[in-house]
């Protein structure tokens, strides 16, 4: 483990954007946490989250890391909001995609590293999707552990965090310490991080080092406030499509798909066609899609989620249960997000708790 000064995290910065790499990670906008292509990382940054309810907020420290989550995710840029696959024109196919830039993730989380190792497996087992899997071949992962928790998160429940899981695909591992005057500690779990790493330089961590993560860690897990108890769960809510709590939470979900398209693990699209009238070309547009929209659910002809009911209950058992069969795991890392982002603080901690208990 190597220890790097604030210096040398940026000199990290430096050093991939000199290789050509878009270095993505946190940047503060619109009174938001975003993440976008930077050249340095912001300072002294957190925020106040719970259900419903976010607000950035400045820290009295120097921090790099010292914020949970926002609306965005990293989704956006392996698996595009929108995007034209392709185009015809005078019967002409043209292929849209383009080669793409060299992107490097820096501070991803636990729970967001858990949710890239998901959507790999989604877009990049057969059927493979070529976008996602040209975009994902050269990507550079930089994780982060968490030093702090929302009220909103629950990542231990899941089993992906708050301390990054060594066996998903990342290249270097950050842990900052001392937020007043911050420090990191830094693994390599790739030749290629560890190649960066030496790099950049600093110094061998003091042998203490690890004690101090592993300290971090567990003050982070006594944050944690919420649980999602996952005992049988995919069983249970498979077993329970009739209960009434079904009606309840459609008296009160708006149908917004909010929670859809903040999570980092969702991965529905829908496709349209857009003529030009005057060149008569046509675009083959793709873009994302929530299961909370009536027109997801259409089929030969009807709409099979005809009731937020029906789709509410659709995201839920999907997510929680059926993943399970499909992907060998829940599509749900803790991230948190869809309770924050719920304008209505629908969570789904509290109504799978509503639903184990007998109608
Ligand atoms: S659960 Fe909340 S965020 Fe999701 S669709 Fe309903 S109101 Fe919107
Ligand atoms: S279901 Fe909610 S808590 Fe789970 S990964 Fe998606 S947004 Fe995060």
């Given at each position: 483990m190597y220890l790097w000064s604030t210096q040398q995290l940026q000199a990290l910065i430096d050093?991939?954007?000199?290789?050509?790499?878009?270095?993505?990670?946190?940047?503060?906008?619109?009174?938001?946490?975003?993440?976008?292509?930077?050249?340095?990382?912001?300072?002294?940054?957190?925020?106040?989250q719970d259900a419903g309810h976010y607000q950035l907020r400045e820290r009295a420290d120097q921090s790099r890391f010292g914020y949970n989550l926002g609306?965005?995710?990293?989704?956006?840029?392996?698996?595009?909001?929108?995007?034209?696959?392709?185009?015809?024109?005078?019967?002409?196919?043209?292929?849209?995609?383009?080669a793409p830039q060299k992107m490097?993730?820096?501070?991803?989380?636990?729970c967001e590293l858990a949710a890239i190792a998901?959507?790999?497996?989604?877009?990049?087992?057969?059927?493979?999707?070529?976008?996602?899997?040209?975009?994902?071949?050269?990507?550079?992962?930089?994780?982060?552990?968490?030093?702090?928790?929302?009220?909103?998160?629950?990542?231990?429940?899941t089993g992906d965090g708050p301390e990054v899981n060594a066996e998903l695909p990342t290249d270097l591992v950050l842990t900052e310490c001392?937020?007043?005057?911050?420090?990191?500690?830094?693994?390599?779990?790739?030749?290629?991080?560890?190649?960066?790493?030496?790099?950049?330089?600093?110094?061998?961590?003091?042998?203490?080092?690890r004690q101090t993560v592993d300290r971090l860690m567990d003050a982070t897990r006594e944050q944690l406030t919420r649980a999602l108890d996952t005992e049988e769960l995919p069983?249970?809510?498979?077993?329970?499509?009739?209960?009434?709590?079904?009606?309840?939470?459609?008296?009160?979900?708006?149908?917004?798909?909010?929670?859809t398209q903040v999570c980092p693990t969702c991965f529905c699209s829908t496709a349209e066609d857009h003529t030009d009238p005057i060149t008569v070309e046509v675009r083959h547009n793709r873009r994302w899609d929530s299961c909370f929209?009536?027109?997801?659910?259409?089929?030969?002809?009807?709409?099979?989620?005809?009731?937020?009911?029906?789709?509410?209950?659709?995201?839920?058992?999907?997510?929680?249960?059926?993943?399970?069969?499909?992907?060998?795991?829940?599509?749900?890392?803790?991230?948190g997000r869809c309770i924050t982002w719920c304008p209505v603080a629908i969570d789904l901690t509290v109504e799978t708790e509503a639903l184990r208990a007998a109608p």
């Amino acid at each position: 483990m190597y220890l790097w000064s604030t210096q040398q995290l940026q000199a990290l910065i430096d050093l991939l954007r000199a290789r050509d790499y878009d270095v993505i990670g946190p940047a503060v906008r619109d009174d938001s946490l975003h993440y976008e292509r930077i050249d340095s990382l912001p300072v002294g940054w957190g925020d106040r989250q719970d259900a419903g309810h976010y607000q950035l907020r400045e820290r009295a420290d120097q921090s790099r890391f010292g914020y949970n989550l926002g609306a965005a995710t990293w989704k956006q840029f392996l698996f595009p909001p929108r995007e034209t696959l392709f185009r015809v024109r005078d019967g002409d196919f043209v292929n849209c995609r383009e080669a793409p830039q060299k992107m490097a993730f820096l501070g991803v989380r636990p729970c967001e590293l858990a949710a890239i190792a998901l959507q790999d497996r989604v877009f990049t087992e057969d059927p493979v999707e070529p976008g996602y899997l040209a975009r994902r071949k050269d990507l550079l992962l930089i994780a982060v552990n968490c030093s702090q928790a929302a009220p909103t998160c629950f990542c231990a429940s899941t089993g992906d965090g708050p301390e990054v899981n060594a066996e998903l695909p990342t290249d270097l591992v950050l842990t900052e310490c001392e937020p007043a005057d911050p420090y990191y500690l830094v693994e390599a779990l790739t030749q290629r991080g560890q190649d960066l790493l030496e790099e950049v330089g600093g110094s061998q961590a003091p042998a203490s080092a690890r004690q101090t993560v592993d300290r971090l860690m567990d003050a982070t897990r006594e944050q944690l406030t919420r649980a999602l108890d996952t005992e049988e769960l995919p069983g249970l809510l498979l077993g329970a499509l009739d209960h009434p709590h079904w009606d309840d939470l459609a008296q009160r979900c708006l149908a917004c798909g909010n929670c859809t398209q903040v999570c980092p693990t969702c991965f529905c699209s829908t496709a349209e066609d857009h003529t030009d009238p005057i060149t008569v070309e046509v675009r083959h547009n793709r873009r994302w899609d929530s299961c909370f929209t009536q027109g997801h659910s259409y089929l030969t002809g009807s709409v099979v989620h005809r009731s937020v009911r029906s789709r509410y209950r659709q995201w839920l058992t999907h997510k929680l249960a059926s993943w399970v069969a499909q992907f060998g795991r829940s599509g749900c890392t803790g991230c948190g997000r869809c309770i924050t982002w719920c304008p209505v603080a629908i969570d789904l901690t509290v109504e799978t708790e509503a639903l184990r208990a007998a109608p």
